[in-house]
């Protein structure tokens, strides 16, 4: 059975904790990353629906409930990408997503090859 982002971002970032070897590392981060875009997608279409039927003004409340208010000027779509990204932000697999990150870093994992650094 496979698991939701959530479940197997919280997952992984539980296992990278009694890891150090690189390799495992980075295929921990490998599908990490995997399931991060997918948990994006996830709040991506939810905020979608969400907002479809909201008046600019209840829009515009729902951003700054978020903290990310809509500024003057943004598009409407700009404000909905950004509240997407501070639902995400705000999520456990969010979080989870980036303490596996950082564990991954403190032993020299990372998902660009070292080149592109």
Known sequence: MEMNPTALLLDLAARAQSVSEPDTLHNLLSRGHRAWCEGVADVQSGIDHETRG?????????????????????????????????????????MAYTELEERAARFGACLLPEEML
């Open 54 to 94: 909201l008046s600019d003004p209840q829009l515009s409340e729902r951003c700054a409930t978020a903290g990310t208010p809509w500024e003057k000027g943004m598009p409407r779509s700009e404000a909905v990408s950004a509240l997407v990204i501070a639902t995400w932000e705000a999520a456990p697999a969010a």
